[in-house]
């Protein structure tokens, strides 16, 4: 439930950041979450992958789910570095040759 809540307000954040740029909020809305889930999947995939191969014991349910919510986070933050290195298209530039005309 804390993950849905926090998932959202990420998600409003986002969508701010993307419309103050000009940009459409719901794609990188969009994007945040399957980010956030698929760095989840991936890096809970992994670990426990790694911990059967390694240990051949039973699996830390704790901690593949620890682990887990640090790859969202990951993921979450590639979307925030991607949405910060977005053009602003709110600006508009008048060229020389424009003003001219």
Known sequence: MLELM???RLCIW?????????QSAIRYQCMLILYWIGGEFGTALVASTLFAFLYGEEIPYLFIYLVAYIGGSIGASLVFKIVAKLPDLNTTEVRASDANA
């Open 6 to 8: 926090l998932l959202y």
């Open 14 to 22: 986002i969508g701010s950041r993307a419309s103050e740029k000009g």
